[in-house]
């Protein structure tokens, strides 16, 4: 039984992970004003261990969302300029000759730290693309027939614009599945940009953010979040959540079983961040759209101009609901 092996977090335990989890909060909510509920979301990420895409249009601040996170939970950072020449062994590195020594040696690439930022990830070819895949599933890289593990914790924070097409790719589907969730950032309001042109007279804020975890500690609340308990009902209603996605008449490639295990860690954490010890429906229902929309790949002889975000909320307002049982 799983209660044997890893017991269920208590109350006082989850209130201690979450007080360690808001901490990254407010420490990037000091460097990215007004959005608290990206902010929130790319928390969530960070607890269930997943990689994370934010999309959007230029100039809002993905980067600075991107390394206030990395600065927050210490560790290793490396960011990637994504480059239409960009290569493989770019990213993941290469064996060169060593002439003293006379053998072969790994020269590890960027990727091989605790944070990476791959940033304007749709501008690589899909052939650089590929070399991620790989890393962001198995936790490795393979080159000349070696696999070389990654550093741990190991997270892809990526960024694209969503308007810019000239010289950019599409992200395979199977590289989009690999990622946890998507976000966006969006214009903040008159007030708030205010604030930011105020905050960045003098110096930056994200200089100044000074860490609140260390890496391992990362790996510990991550490790506690899988605590939280999931009753067979909210099991079930992922299931029943995702399944859905697969016979929507609008709907080409439903989402896989990589994506039941990413909405059920998202509504755990998200449970956490609500200051319970139980994930409940609303859990799953929040954490949805952000994790399952991405996923979907849609019919192009559609009728009618649905996107994902809206044949998600669809679904929801059509699968059953559990009611009751959500408590150990």
């Not at 990395?70 to 062994?89: H, M, V």
């Not at 040696?105 to 990476?116: C, L, R, S, T």
């Not at 992200?171 to 708030?192: C, T, W």
Request: net charge negative; charged share 20%; hydrophobic share 45%.
């Amino acid at each position: 039984m799983i209660q044997e092996t890893a017991p269920w977090l208590s109350e006082a335990e989850a209130r201690e992970v979450a007080e360690q989890a808001h901490a990254i909060a407010r420490a990037v909510e000091q460097v990215i004003l007004g959005k608290s509920d990206t902010v929130r979301l790319m928390i969530i990420g960070l607890l269930s261990g997943g990689h994370l895409l934010i999309e959007d249009i230029p100039g809002v601040g993905k980067t600075t969302l991107a390394r206030a996170i990395a600065k927050a939970i210490g560790g290793q950072f490396r960011r990637i300029q994504f480059t239409p020449d960009l290569l493989p062994a770019d990213v993941t590195g290469s064996v060169i000759y060593n002439q003293a020594r006379g053998a072969f040696e790994f020269h590890p690439g960027p990727i091989f730290a605790n944070i990476v930022l791959a940033d304007e990830i749709n501008r690589a070819t899909p052939k650089t693309q590929s070399a991620l895949l790989e890393a962001m599933e198995e936790r490795t890289v393979s080159v000349e027939g070696e696999s070389h593990p990654l550093p741990q914790p190991f997270l892809v924070i990526a960024t694209q614009n969503n308007i810019e097409m000239v010289g950019t790719y599409p992200l395979p589907e199977a590289q989009m599945d690999r990622f946890f969730a998507r976000a966006s950032l969006g214009y903040p309001s008159p007030e708030v940009e205010a604030q930011i042109l105020e905050s960045r007279q003098l110096n930056s804020p994200l200089e100044q953010l000074q860490p609140v975890l260390t890496p391992d500690q990362l790996m510990a609340l991550q490790q506690q979040t899988r605590r939280l308990y999931v009753s067979p009902a909210v099991r079930r209603y992922v299931v029943d959540v995702v399944n859905a996605t697969r016979r929507h008449p609008k709907v080409m490639l439903g989402a896989s079983p990589r994506a039941s295990i990413a909405l059920m860690l998202g509504a755990q954490a998200h449970a956490l961040l609500a200051g319970r010890h139980y994930t409940t429906p609303d859990d799953v229902q929040q954490m949805a759209t952000p994790v399952l929309a991405h996923r979907l790949m849609l019919r192009s002889d559609t009728t009618s101009p649905a996107r994902a975000e809206s044949i998600i909320r669809e679904i929801l307002s059509q699968v059953p609901v559990p009611i009751g049982g959500d408590a150990p």
